[in-house]
Nanobody
Framework: VQLQASGGGLRQAGGSLRLSCVAS????????MGWYRQAPGKRRELVAA???????DYADSVRGRFTLSRTSANYTWYLHMNSLKSEDTAVYFC???????????????WGQGTEVTVSS
């Protein structure tokens, strides 16, 4: 399973961005699709991820500003980022847990990261 993240860029505070993640390869099932971020000098943290069904777990710092969505095929998911703040500046990584075949184990998969910079 390969994840391709895109959509990062430079925005002024208050602006918006949409990040995309596309999963490809040998896929039997994906779950827990979402996004993490890592700011310079900080640990990687959860931004948003699907839990059970269409429920989403959001970090407190982004709740109400960011929205996680996905396509009906569940192989593409998006992070809609509104009202951006300088503290949102980070490298954003898409993530999921996946199974490649009915007999394989579940693994964690990560995208390559896309950089978001918010200027104040």
């Amino acid at each position: 399973v390969q994840l391709q993240a895109s959509g990062g860029g430079l925005r002024q505070a208050g602006g918006s961005l949409r990040l995309s993640c596309v999963a490809s390869g040998s896929i039997f099932m994906l779950r827990a699709m979402g996004w993490y971020r890592q700011a310079p000098g900080k640990r990687r943290e959860l931004v948003a991820a699907f839990t059970e069904g269409d429920n989403v777990d959001y970090a407190d710092s982004v709740r109400g500003r960011f929205t996680l969505s996905r396509t009906s095929a569940n192989y593409t998911w998006y992070l809609h980022m509104n009202s951006l703040k300088s503290e949102d500046t980070a490298v954003y990584f898409c993530h999921c847990r996946g199974i490649r075949s009915p007999i394989s184990q579940e693994y964690d998969y990560w995208g390559q990261g896309t950089e978001v910079t918010v200027s104040s």
